[in-house]
């Protein structure tokens, strides 16, 4: 699930309100199903030694985790802008389409 979505676990503005001494980590994949190229990449955030661990757990698998940093919404943002690029760049014309069937 997608925290940054309405069906989300955890919405960004409500992460420091999570249950006193829980650890959250933030994450969002984005790229192509494992085994494509580029490679997907696990993107999270949150206190270092939680991301890291989370990370370690995709060693020598086909997901590359990247750690963005300690403040919990990164990756929901990076994912919410990366949606919205993607977006875009499919609509606008000249560049839109790649990929597309344009009759539709």
């Known amino acids: 699930m997608n925290a940054s979505g309405t ?3 955890l ?3 409500r992460m420091g309100a999570a249950e006193a001494g829980a650890v959250v980590v933030d994450g969002c994949i984005f790229g192509p199903p494992p085994g494509g190229q580029p490679p997907a990449r696990l993107y999270l955030a949150g206190i270092e030694t ?3 661990r989370i990370a370690d757990l995709f060693t020598g698998t086909l997901v590359q985790p ?3 940093g300690e403040q919990s919404g990164q990756a929901s943002a990076l994912k919410a802008l ?3 690029l993607w977006v875009v760049i499919m609509r606008l014309p000249g560049l839109g389409g790649v ?3 344009r009759r539709g």
């Open 99 to 101: 990929g597309r069937d």
């Open 82 to 84: 990366l949606t919205f």
């Open 7 to 9: 069906g989300g676990l």
């Open 50 to 52: 939680a991301s890291r």
């Open 11 to 13: 919405h960004p503005g």
């Open 66 to 68: 990247v750690v963005l």
